[in-house]
């Protein structure tokens, strides 16, 4: 019913900068939050950044100062801005989306990943 699908992974130097998108699409009457988590290799996925459909942001302490969230609620789509990436930043990340189906029940969807490395 609800389809995630997130796009801009890939590799990346030290320092440098990279864009994350994800789309959600579907049955969707509204969505409250949306959200970047991340899993790197051997470790638990753990949220990166979360906005929600008020604007309100939230940052993983490790990402503060270096990556943006921000929304586009129109088109149901969450951008991730990453800048000054750092090798410890490579993981794959996954999209989250949840929020109400126009017949009311709600819904919680991941995406299947993309991945993103860091490394010169």
């Known amino acids: 019913q609800v389809q995630v699908v997130e796009s801009g992974g890939g590799l990346v130097q030290p320092g440098g900068s990279l864009d994350l998108s994800c789309v959600a699409s579907?049955?969707?009457?509204?969505?409250?939050?949306m959200g970047w988590y991340r899993q790197a290799p051997g470790k638990q996925r753990i949220l990166a950044a979360s906005?929600?459909?008020?604007?309100?942001?939230v940052y993983e302490d490790s990402v503060k100062g270096r990556f943006s969230i921000s929304t586009d609620n129109a088109i149901n789509t969450v951008y991730l801005q990453m800048a000054n990436v750092k090798p410890e930043d490579t993981a794959v990340y996954y999209c989250h989306v949840a929020g109400t189906l126009n017949d009311n029940q709600s819904f919680n969807q991941w995406g299947q990943g993309t991945q993103v490395t860091v490394s010169s």
């Open positions: 579907g049955d969707i009457f509204r969505v409250y939050i």
């Open positions: 906005i929600t459909a008020d604007g309100e942001a």
